[in-house]
């Protein structure tokens, strides 16, 4: 049905207000993959290692790679020159960020949680979405399929006549890469650390490449339907279900009230979710100013949180699922522990030092125009 879908585009720019970390899946050995270049550190690019360097690396056994790359430290290429500042031993173990920072598909599926939240908070009583939520989710099947009766219900309907699949509202969405603007100091290895609340006992941490600063520029299309009505086709317009999956996302401008609503609500589950905690009092008054600046205004920028370690409710509804349907969320929360062979909660909170204080990570600012 290409004739009666038109483009409409929107430039989104993402701004980091805490370090934001989206892993590309690798991570770097120190002293091996990263090497210390002074108060900063490179990220060996070894497809552009000079022969001579090449030779004498084939030439040791295994255990010494490390000491000889160390010794070529000031001629070794780098892919990247991030900011380090704190001393690491050879061997740490990091997470490489992302290729594109933060790829447009990783900013998609956010975009697609944030509509879904905003769909079933907008159902109205609290009995109406537990009836959803119970005949749209299924805890006992696998955990990767749980959700499908949920996004059937939210954003897909049958192809039109003998067809298989489904058509989807979110193949009217198109969200490139970036354009990456990022200063000198705005790459940076940073600890992010894993809390059990309220004691704030540290449990864990992972050393990554985050992104402290900078702008990340995005164009995103959404594919809509002509306003002419004579430039629909019969065949689509005899199948009223499909059109109405593949204009969702031009409705009232949903997807920025989407954003909005869901970023809030993260801000003020973070909020009360840390309130008395001595050791995070800086932090909630970062959130409150977040609360202030993104909720309480009209604007066409919102808060939002993606990337690694930001928790369960960035990335699912679970939230909407334990405030309406306690019952439900337990048989899901059991069935995630059965999968992962460890606890599926919200008892711990992932921190970073950032600016000399303890903050959450992934929190950034959308603007779309």
Request: charged fraction near 25%.
């Amino acid at each position: 049905m290409p004739r009666d879908l038109v483009y409409k585009s929107y430039i989104l720019k993402l701004r980091p207000l805490t370090p934001i970390h989206v892993w590309s899946g690798r991570r770097l050995v120190y002293g091996l993959d990263m090497i210390k270049h002074g108060d900063r550190a490179c990220i060996v690019d070894f497809e552009k290692l000079p022969q001579d360097i090449i030779d004498r690396l084939l030439g040791v056994e295994a255990e010494e790679i490390t000491k000889v790359v160390e010794s070529y430290a000031s001629a070794l290429p780098c892919s990247e020159d991030v900011k380090l500042t704190t001393s690491l031993p050879s061997g740490t173990q990091i997470n490489e960020l992302a290729k594109h920072v933060v790829p447009g598909s990783s900013l998609k599926g956010y975009t697609r949680t944030a509509v879904m939240y905003a769909m079933l908070k907008g159902l109205g009583p609290v009995n109406g979405v537990r009836k959803v939520l119970s005949s749209a989710v299924n805890p006992a099947t696998d955990p990767k399929n749980m959700s499908q009766g949920l996004e059937g219900y939210s954003f897909r309907a049958p192809r039109p006549g003998k067809q298989r699949g489904f058509v989807d509202s979110f193949q009217q969405l198109i969200v490139s890469d970036p354009i990456v603007s990022l200063g000198q100091d705005c790459l940076s290895v940073e600890k992010f650390e894993v809390y059990e609340l309220p004691a704030m006992v540290k449990i864990a941490s992972q050393y990554v490449v985050a992104v402290l600063c900078g702008e990340l520029t995005y164009n995103m299309k959404i594919l809509v339907k002509s306003i002419e009505p004579n430039n629909i086709t019969p065949p689509a317009s005899k199948y009223p279900q499909v059109l109405e999956r593949l204009a969702l996302l031009q409705k009232n401008n949903i997807v920025l009230k989407s954003l909005k609503t869901f970023g809030c609500d993260l801000v003020k589950y973070e909020i009360e979710r840390v309130k008395g905690v001595r050791r995070l009092e800086q932090y909630i008054q970062l959130l409150e100013e977040f609360a202030k600046r993104y909720c309480e205004q009209q604007t066409n920028c919102v808060i939002a949180r993606i990337g690694y370690m930001t928790g369960l409710r960035s990335k699912t509804v679970i939230g909407i699922v334990k405030s309406v349907d306690s019952a439900l969320y337990n048989k899901i929360r059991e069935r995630m522990k059965q999968q992962l062979k460890h606890e599926w909660d919200e008892l711990t909170i992932k921190l970073v030092n950032f600016s000399g204080k303890l903050v959450g990570v992934g929190w950034c600012e959308l603007c779309l125009s």
